[in-house]
């Protein structure tokens, strides 16, 4: 799962970037609307965490242009202000959740697991399915045939990302942007090193679908013949 906080305070952004990255999320930040605006309009996210006020574009007005701009990301509004008419005007602008200031972690993360069982598209799903594997997002558990896998976080989302592409060859700065961050070098072994310790785990257990590479591009999920 990849998420964009907007957040002006960099101690409440690190605080939620530590913790969404031990729960095995991936994390951009951008510290004013107009940058978390230009990160929401080229990359793909499963949920937003807009701060109400940010410089250069607050945080409503960013939900109002994602909105206007189609797209159907959830949206989570964190905020001091706790009267009902702000919490009516930031579910009004397209919001699917409001969160009041000071808040706890774990409330955080709930509301997230929320939003994230909302059907808001096909492609936000959080069951995938590849033959014989099963993953839930939400559970954060994955099953071939009737075993359960275990899977470090990065093997998690990395493969996670593989079964939306299923069939798809997805390259290794796709791959590099949304398991990883948008600073990780794409250039690096690393990527490769993780791929080997899915088709490792993966072979182990007969699964009835295979890691391709894609020659001069990437990787591709397919099953098998």
């Not at 690096?188 to 699964?207: C, G, H, M, P, W």
Request: glycine share 6%.
């Amino acid at each position: 799962m990849r998420v964009l906080i907007v957040e002006d305070e960099k101690k409440m952004a690190g605080f939620i970037e530590r913790g969404l990255k031990e729960e095995g999320y991936v994390v951009d930040i951008a510290y004013d609307g107009e940058k978390g605006w230009e990160y929401a309009a080229v990359n793909e996210y499963d949920v937003l965490i807009l701060d109400w006020m940010l410089p250069k574009m607050s945080g409503i007005d960013l939900c109002k242009k994602i909105r206007k701009e189609g797209k159907q990301v959830p949206v989570l509004i964190l905020t001091a202000k706790d009267a009902v008419e702000d919490k009516i005007q930031g579910l009004d602008v397209g919001a699917d959740d409001y969160l009041t200031k000071p808040f706890s972690f774990d409330e955080l993360l709930a509301r997230l697991r929320a939003l994230l069982r909302r059907p808001h598209s096909l492609r936000d799903k959080t069951v995938l399915q590849c033959g014989n594997l099963v993953m839930d997002l939400i559970k954060r558990k994955v099953t071939i045939g009737a075993d359960e896998v275990s899977f470090s976080q990065k093997e998690f989302s990395l493969l996670e990302y593989l079964l939306r592409h299923e069939g798809e060859a997805v390259s290794r700065t796709a791959i590099a942007e949304h398991v990883w961050d948008l600073h990780f070098d794409p250039m690096s072994n690393t990527i490769d090193v993780y791929i080997n310790f899915l088709r490792k785990k993966i072979a182990e257990k007969q699964a009835d679908f295979k890691i391709e590479t894609a020659r001069g591009t990437g990787y591709r999920l397919a099953k098998e013949p």
